[in-house]
């Protein structure tokens, strides 16, 4: 009959074993983790359109005109905008 103390069988090979086990599930673990919370927050940054994206499409749109995208991109761009001063 074997007892909780007797190790089940195991001797020093089933004991490197089980720990280079533990070990490599830790690591596998740990770099799914690394490479998913990374993939992330590249969506999150792709996800979120530029303000000189926005305004070209508003542009492209007609919402405004050449002289208001030109003045909005000047400040985006942090310039002077050409034109007449406020």
């Known amino acids: ?3 909780y103390w ?8 089933g004991y490197a074993g ?3 086990t533990v070990l490599v599930l830790l690591v596998l673990v740990t770099v799914v ?4 919370l990374r993939r992330g927050e590249g ?3 792709d996800r ?23 003045r909005r991109l000047a400040v985006l761009h942090d310039t002077k ?5 406020r």
């Open 43 to 45: 969506v999150r940054h």
């Open 81 to 85: 905008p050409s034109g007449k001063d």
């Open 6 to 13: 007797d190790g089940w069988g195991m001797d020093g090979w």
């Open 33 to 36: 983790a690394v490479v998913l």
């Open 48 to 70: 979120t359109p530029a303000a000189e994206q926005l305004l070209a499409e508003r542009f492209a749109r007609g919402e405004i005109d050449d002289e208001e995208y030109r």
């Open 1 to 3: 009959m074997r007892h």
């Open 18 to 20: 089980a720990g280079l």
